[in-house]
Every structure is written in structure tokens, then in C-alpha cells.
């Protein structure tokens, strides 16, 4: 019976977030495909666990700054291929088309609310017709991100799970959020959107942002460790912080201090100096990828 009772729970969650998402009108925010897509992204992973939600992200994240890059030319590829020459135009119709396609995939059951947020993108773009057109092409260079960073994250070594239940401290550490109860992701927004960046250099911060949380999980749900078992939210925080900093240099920003919580006794302390270490070398390490091209 308890059982019944916790899947019924579970279930009526579920539609409850559904009928959240498909009640909140898309608008948008600034006039920026990468801020609104982000923010879908934001409110479609907001259900999943951690982990998945990180990898989801990052996938969203990587095909919408990809398919711009590929038609902007302005950083080295990871996943496709380098053009001989910019194509001169702005790729935010093909980031729209790829953050769709990602999401639907992703998450099947939202795709009416999908389709309707892409509408509602490709609407807001001047022309219409081109519009919809470069999101075409957008999915097309989004399914073939999505299906090369899929086949990538099925390695052992680089798949985001949820924490295993013989670690139950691991488990708590991989759940757990900063000290002030923010996400992640909405520290990082309020950074980068804090600031005046073209479209394509926002979408490459998310991706550098959103890679690094998905491989902390992964880290973290990959290795073996002793006595210290590293605080994910630290790791997190230092991750993000090595990104943030190097983008725009040492701040004070009052979101980017709740990235890091403070640990009191000694055990937490050894956790939280571990998390750090962690996330330093996965933040330095997103920072080698896509590199501008001189």
C-alpha cells in the first residue's frame, strides 16, 4: 500500500510539472535565443535528478552553441566539423532548431510545449521564412552533436548516474545544493546574463558552464575514494567559479560566494578540499574547449 501511495505521489509530481510548463507562457526574455532557450532548458531539467539534469543541460547547451558556431565559424569544433569560411550571418535561428530537437528528445512527453516555444522563437526573428529554414538545418546539426555527445557519455568514464545506494554519503553529497539552496544553473544565468555578450558568446559560457557541472557528476559517481569523499556542491562551485572567472575576471558577486558552502567540522572539511580540488582541474580543463580561432 505504502508503495501505491509514493507512486501515485511520484505520478501526480510529474503531471503537476507538466501542467506547470505548459501553463507558463514563452516569452522572450531579452530578445535572445540562447537566454530564452536556456531558461526552457532550465525549466524542463528542473524534475530530473542531478546528474541527468547536468548531462541534459550540457546537451541542450553544447548543440545550440555548435549549430551557432557552424554557421558563425568564430571557435574551434568539438563535435562538427570546421568550416573553410563563416557563413556571414547570425546563428541563433540553428541554435533555436537545435535546442528543440535536443529537448525533444530528451523529454518526448513535453513536445507540444516544445513545439510551441519554437514557434514563438522563430516568430520573434525578422524574417520568418529564413527563420524557419536555418532551424531545419539547426536540427539537423543538433541531432548530430546530440548523437556524438551521446555516444561520448556512454563511456563509463564520462556517463553522469545517480549516486549508488552502497554510498550513502556519496549519495547526500551528489544531491545536496550550495549553502544559500540556489541551483547551480541559476547562479551561472545571473552571471552571464548579467552581461552584455553577443548571443554566440553566451551560448559558448553556458556550454563551458554546463559541461563542467555534467562532468563533476560524472567524477564524482566514477571514482573511488577513502576517507574524503569529495562535496559535490564544492566541486561545483569551483568548477563554475575557474569558468566565470576566467570569462570576466575576480568578483565579489554576491551568487558566486553560495557556490562554495562552508564546512564546519573535520571530516567536512576534508570533503569540501577535495570537492575544490576536483572542480578546479574539471573547470580549468572545459576552458581548453572551444578555443577562438585566431
Known amino acids: 500500500m ?6 501515485g505521489w511520484k505520478i501526480a509530481s510529474y503531471i503537476g510539472c507538466a501542467l506547470v510548463m505548459l ?15 536556456n531558461a526552457i ?24 552553441f555548435e549549430a551557432m558556431n557552424f554557421v558563425e565559424g568564430k571557435y574551434v569544433p568539438r563535435f562538427l566539423v570546421r568550416q573553410p569560411a563563416p557563413l556571414g550571418a547570425s546563428g541563433e535561428a540553428e541554435a533555436i532548431g537545435a ?30 521564412d529564413a527563420a524557419y529554414r536555418a ?15 551521446l555516444s561520448a557519455a556512454g563511456r563509463p568514464s564520462n556517463r553522469a548516474r545517480a549516486p549508488a545506494s552502497g554510498n550513502p554519503k556519496l549519495a547526500q553529497l551528489l ?8 541551483t547551480w544553473s541559476s547562479i551561472a544565468a545571473r552571471s552571464i546574463e548579467g552581461r552584455a555578450l553577443q548571443p554566440i558568446e553566451r551560448a559558448r559560457i553556458y556550454a563551458l558552464v554546463s559541461l563542467a557541472a555534467s562532468k563533476v557528476y560524472s567524477a564524482a559517481g ?16 569551483a568548477a563554475i567559479r575557474v569558468i566565470l572567472d576566467s570569462e570576466f575576471g575576480s568578483t565579489s558577486e554576491s ?40
Not at 544531491?175 to 540556489?182: D, L
Open 23 to 37: 501553463l507558463l507562457p514563452f516569452s522572450p526574455a531579452r530578445g535572445d535565443a540562447v537566454s530564452d532557450w
Open 99 to 128: 535546442a528543440h530537437h535536443v529537448l525533444a528528445q530528451l523529454y518526448p512527453g513535453h513536445k507540444a510545449y516544445l513545439d510551441a516555444a519554437l514557434e514563438r522563437s522563430l516568430a520573434a526573428l525578422p524574417d520568418w
Open 41 to 64: 532548458a532550465v525549466r524542463m531539467t528542473a524534475s530530473s535528478e542531478h546528474p541527468r539534469g547536468a548531462q541534459d543541460l550540457a546537451a541542450v547547451h553544447v548543440a545550440m
Open 175 to 182: 544531491t545536496s545544493s550550495g549553502a544559500s539552496g540556489e
Open 2 to 7: 505504502d508503495t501505491q501511495i509514493s507512486k
Open 255 to 294: 551568487g558566486r560566494a553560495y557556490l562554495i558552502p562552508v564546512r564546519n567540522d573535520a571530516d567536512e572539511s576534508q570533503s569540501a578540499k577535495a570537492g575544490e580540488e576536483m572542480g578546479t582541474r574539471i573547470g580549468l580543463e572545459a576552458l581548453t574547449y572551444y578555443r577562438r580561432i585566431k
Open 135 to 149: 532551424s531545419i538545418w539547426g536540427r539537423h546539426l543538433g541531432g548530430n552533436v546530440y548523437a556524438s555527445a
Open 222 to 237: 566514477d571514482a573511488r575514494y577513502g576517507a574524503a569523499v569529495p562535496c559535490v556542491s564544492c566541486a561545483l562551485g
